[in-house]
């Protein structure tokens, strides 16, 4: 007696939607975690895969880096000023299994032990500290919570300090400060620069005593500086016409220390 092949139809039905509801599909940047009646019995990679339906269940965990950004903590530095510190963290899985079955929730686990971190660790430091070694600080955070973190199957790559706020006071009093400073810069640059001046004026006053022409012969070039604007009044004084005197003395002086040129006789034969 031949069967009603439309008698095995609910039952292809059953079998194809059995088949088609245990398939799952693992993404490039996830990981799936197997269990079966509980157990973990495999770790998927990204893909599609099958588990028995009702037997089995997968959880899948991103292996992607993660941000997470550590709320603003109120710091006491170790010289007792009050400061508000904003930081954020980076960290991704490693070990899908360790991040699934050691810990319920990694990411609010990873968050409490950065804040509890970031108000241990700002303590240790003085204010300047604070604002001058943050390269520094970031490292050794980051060491401190990458440490706690890889019994849980995650690496913290990245540990940044992002806001650093200051008391309105201690802001002031910093700007002052950061004045003070320049001005003091100011001064002493002001004072070098008189000290160079000095020693040339020396140097020069060095020549004119040696060279009293040279005086005289400033003056004049000032004068012909002075006359170049031709919109300018000028008035000679007495110092001047002892210039005058003083060049045409120094000029007579030098044709009398010119020696003599040799006189020839020429004898009439």
């Given at each position: 007696?031949?069967?009603?092949?439309?008698?095995?139809?609910?039952?292809?039905?059953?079998?194809?939607?059995?088949?088609?509801?245990?398939?799952?599909?693992?993404?490039q940047y996830q990981k799936g975690v197997h269990f079966r009646l509980g157990k973990v019995i495999f770790i998927h990679e990204p893909g599609m895969t099958w588990i028995i339906p009702i037997l089995?269940?997968?959880?899948?965990?991103?292996?992607?880096?993660?941000?997470?950004?550590?709320?603003?903590?109120?710091?006491?530095?170790?010289?007792?000023?009050?400061?508000?510190?904003?930081?954020?963290?980076?960290?991704?899985?490693?070990?899908?299994?360790?991040?699934?079955?050691?810990?319920?929730?990694?990411?609010?686990?990873?968050?409490?032990?950065?804040?509890?971190?970031?108000?241990?660790?700002?303590?240790?430091?003085?204010?300047?500290?604070?604002?001058?070694?943050?390269?520094?600080?970031?490292?050794?955070?980051?060491?401190?919570?990458?440490?706690?973190?890889?019994?849980?199957?995650?690496?913290?790559?990245?540990?940044?300090?992002?806001?650093?706020?200051?008391?309105?006071?201690?802001?002031?009093?910093?700007?002052?400060?950061?004045?003070?400073?320049?001005?003091?810069?100011?001064?002493?640059?002001?004072?070098?620069?008189?000290?160079?001046?000095?020693?040339?004026?020396?140097?020069?006053?060095?020549?004119?005593?040696?060279?009293?022409?040279?005086?005289?012969?400033?003056?004049?070039?000032?004068?012909?500086?002075?006359?170049?604007?031709?919109?300018?009044?000028?008035?000679?004084?007495?110092?001047?016409?002892?210039?005058?005197?003083?060049?045409?003395?120094?000029?007579?002086?030098?044709?009398?220390?010119?020696?003599?040129?040799?006189?020839?006789?020429?004898?009439?034969?």
């Open positions: 007696m031949a069967m009603d092949p439309a008698a095995f139809f609910p039952i292809f039905l059953v079998v194809g939607f059995f088949l088609l509801s245990g398939l799952r599909v693992v993404q089995d269940r997968m959880v899948t965990v991103n292996m992607r880096i993660q941000t997470l950004p550590i709320p603003t903590q109120k710091i006491i530095t170790k010289d007792n000023v009050s400061i508000d510190i904003a930081a954020v963290a980076y960290y991704r899985v490693t070990d899908a299994l360790k991040a699934l079955i050691e810990i319920e929730d990694l990411a609010s686990a990873i968050g409490e032990i950065a804040q509890t971190t970031v108000r241990n660790t700002m303590g240790q430091f003085m204010l300047d500290q604070v604002l001058a070694a943050t390269e520094n600080i970031n490292e050794k955070l980051k060491e401190i919570i990458d440490e706690r973190t890889e019994v849980w199957g995650a690496v913290v790559s990245l540990v940044e300090l992002k806001d650093i706020t200051l008391p309105e006071s201690m802001q002031r009093a910093m700007a002052k400060e950061a004045e003070a400073e320049r001005e003091k810069r100011a001064k002493i640059i002001a004072a070098e620069g008189e000290y160079q001046a000095a020693e040339r004026l020396s140097q020069a006053a060095a020549v004119m005593a040696a060279q009293p022409i040279a005086l005289q012969l400033r003056n004049l070039q000032s004068l012909v500086e002075i006359s170049a604007e031709k919109n300018s009044t000028i008035i000679f004084p007495s110092q001047f016409f002892t210039t005058m005197r003083d060049v045409f003395d120094f000029v007579a002086q030098e044709k009398t220390a010119l020696p003599a040129k040799p006189t020839v006789h020429v004898t009439a034969p």
